[in-house]
Structures are given as structure tokens and as C-alpha cells.
């Protein structure tokens, strides 16, 4: 079998071991002998990439298992498996994208999260090097945004959960508890992170939806999309807010008569990517009804209900759970962030811009600029 291979068997695997999933998919298919070492050193070969890929290990995958997010229809990958580390390799290219300026893009362009940065005063007035060093904290944050929304894998996986509930309700409900108990335990930092990104990726959304303003349900749709980023993570901005075909958006930019807003959809933005925006349309529809429902008295705290989100009362469990909504995602993360700031941990002083006074936890990420 040894003869059959190119290099030997340990340089094979060093290579791999530093590869990209493109790279591996082609020393594959060289012949059968590499692809049978491969198929069989898989698990430490993409262990060792995420390592590379995603030095903070709070934010690696939940035992080695996350959804795809390459269409509408996502599904739980076989944990350490070449497919989930394409899907990872897939979300960095779209946080970069995020988050970097396109080359072929002028700086007029700019993407809709750097635009929305610019906006906050504490933020525009960093100089560069430190601007460079606070998008490198967001790419981590959206990172952080993609482990919450992979908490859901523990709750569906059978390979990660003991027992599977069947009522869709039950199901729902341990996944979010799940989503909350992580959120629960970021540090300072990362849900200060992660709040302010909620509160770019909202003020994105605004932007791209200026004809909506006079709906006097616009305030609401612009929390259903935080919260929707935060239960679907960076597939959920990428779908939205980076253009599909830059090139067709710069002929656009260059085509608009001054004045004048170019729509695709009154219920996506210009930037939307096709059949994903549709499903983080759907989403944020959901999320919608709960707010309403919520709203009306059905939640937590006017429904008593333990950690688990079983009803309080007895009558709970999965045949007889009483309805109730949970609090929100983005209700855990700015809580923490606002509690942060009540009780004086994020230390605020005299004489500073009235940002940090809007944002909860501007001033964490900021003193960590300057650390």
C-alpha cells in the first residue's frame, strides 16, 4: 500500500494537517491509498485545523458538530468531519467579507457593519491601527454569534443528546435555554462584543430599509433581525447585508440618479443573497409572532417556569407544557451588558461621549483597545 503513495504517509498527513478543505479534497483524489489515510486520520486532521482556524476555544465548535449554512436548509454536520470544516472555512470567508472592504469596492462602498461602526463617535475617532484592531474583535464576535447559534446541535444532535424530546415546542424551548446558558457564560468582553454587534447589525438593517421608516412596526422588525442574528449567527448578516454580485452593485451605484434608492423587494434589502434572504426573512417573522405573543402576557416572567422552561405550577413536561415565551436572546445578552453598567463594572468616568452612555458595553471593548 505504501508504494501507491506520492510522499510518504507522514508527510501526507503533516500537509493535510495545515490544509485547506480544498486542498485535501485534491490529495483525495490522487488515488486511493491517500484517500483511505485521509478518511482515516480525519478526526485529528480537522481538529488541528479548527485549532488553526479558531484559536479561542470557548468559541470552537460544541463537541465538534455545527450546522451548514451553505442554503436555506441546515443541518447537523458529522462532528470533526472534512464537511464541517468546509462549513467553517465558509464562515470565515463570509466574517472576512463582513467585515473587510472589497477590492473592488471604492471606499464610498463600504460594508453596511464598517458603515454602521462609523457611526458610533467613540469608534470613528480611533486611529487606524486601533480601528483595524476592533474589527478583528468583531470578526471574534461573530464568531461567538455562530456558537450560540450552534448550541442547538447538544438539544437536536442524537449523537450529542441523551434523550430527544418530539414535541417541536419542547425541542424549541431546550434549544434556547441552551443558547441562553452559553451566552451566560461570556466573559465581560465577548457579551459586550456581542451586544454592540446586535446593536451594528440593527443599525445595518435600518440603512438598507430607509423606505420603512414611517412603519410604525419598523422599530420591532429591526429587534426581530438582532434577534434573528443571534439564533441563526453570521449566516443570518451574510444573507442580509453583503452584497450578492458586487460587481452588478457597483453598476447600480454608478447607474443611481442622484437621490433616487434602488429596491429590489420591499422586504429585502438590495444586498439580500436570494433564496437566504428569504429564509432569514422567514425567520424574523417568527421571531415577530413571539414578540407579539410575548407582548400580550405569554412569557416567562407572568408564566412561572423552572430552568428547564417547564411550567413552575406541574404542568409541565412535553405532553402538557404550558405555552410560554421565553426571554429573548438579545434580552439575555443586553441584560448582562446593561446590569455591567448599573452596577459600575464597566467603569465609567467623568467628561466621556454620550455613545458610551447609549451602547452598553462600549466601554469595555473600548478600555480593551487600549490595554
Not at 232 to 250: C, N, T, Y
Request: with cysteine; charged share 20%; net charge negative.
Amino acid at each position: 500500500m505504501a508504494d501507491n503513495f506520492i510522499i510518504s504517509p507522514e508527510i501526507t498527513l503533516l500537509i493535510a494537517d495545515h490544509a485547506d478543505s480544498k486542498t485535501i479534497s485534491a490529495l483525495q483524489r490522487l488515488n486511493n491509498s491517500i484517500y483511505c489515510l485521509l478518511m482515516t486520520y480525519q478526526h485529528s486532521i480537522v481538529k488541528a485545523r479548527i485549532h488553526q482556524l479558531i484559536p479561542e476555544p470557548s468559541l470552537q465548535p460544541p463537541l465538534g458538530s455545527l450546522f451548514s449554512s451553505h442554503g436555506p436548509e441546515r443541518q447537523i454536520l458529522s462532528p470533526y468531519s472534512f464537511d464541517m470544516l468546509r462549513e467553517i472555512e465558509l464562515r470565515q470567508t463570509r466574517i472576512d467579507a463582513l467585515l473587510n472592504v472589497h477590492p473592488q469596492m471604492p471606499l464610498s462602498v463600504p460594508p453596511p457593519l464598517i458603515q454602521a461602526m462609523s457611526q458610533i463617535p467613540s469608534f470613528a475617532a480611533l486611529p487606524i491601527h486601533k480601528q483595524t484592531l476592533l474589527v478583528e474583535m468583531y470578526k471574534s464576535a461573530l464568531q461567538a454569534v455562530d456558537q450560540i447559534a450552534d448550541q442547538a446541535v447538544l438539544v437536536k444532535s442524537p449523537e450529542m443528546s441523551r434523550e430527544i424530546p418530539t414535541d417541536p415546542y419542547v425541542i424549541e424551548r431546550s434549544v434556547h435555554r441552551a443558547r441562553q446558558a452559553w451566552i451566560r457564560g461570556l466573559t465581560p468582553l465577548q457579551f459586550s462584543l456581542v451586544s454592540s454587534l446586535a446593536c451594528l447589525c440593527g443599525m445595518a438593517y435600518m440603512r438598507e430599509h430607509p423606505q420603512l421608516n414611517s412603519d410604525p412596526g419598523f422599530m420591532e422588525r429591526v429587534t426581530a433581525f438582532k434577534e434573528t442574528v443571534l439564533r441563526q449567527g453570521s449566516f443570518a448578516v451574510w444573507g442580509f447585508l453583503h452584497p450578492s454580485d458586487i460587481k452588478k452593485l457597483l453598476l447600480q451605484q454608478q447607474q443611481q440618479p442622484e437621490g433616487q434608492i434602488i429596491r429590489r423587494s420591499p422586504s429585502q434589502p438590495p444586498r439580500a443573497r436570494g433564496n437566504l434572504a428569504v429564509m432569514v426573512a422567514r425567520r424574523m417573522d417568527d421571531v415577530l409572532k413571539e414578540m407579539e405573543v410575548y407582548e400580550s402576557g405569554l412569557n416567562e416572567n407572568n408564566v412561572p417556569v423552572d430552568d428547564n422552561g417547564d411550567n413552575a405550577a406541574g404542568e409541565g413536561g412535553e405532553q402538557g407544557a404550558v405555552f410560554a415565551v421565553l426571554d429573548g436572546l438579545l434580552q439575555t445578552v443586553n441584560g448582562m451588558a446593561w446590569r455591567l453598567v448599573l452596577d459600575g463594572g464597566d467603569g465609567e468616568e467623568d467628561g466621556e461621549d454620550e455613545d458610551l452612555r447609549v451602547y452598553p458595553g462600549l466601554r469595555v471593548i473600548l478600555r480593551a483597545l487600549k490595554g
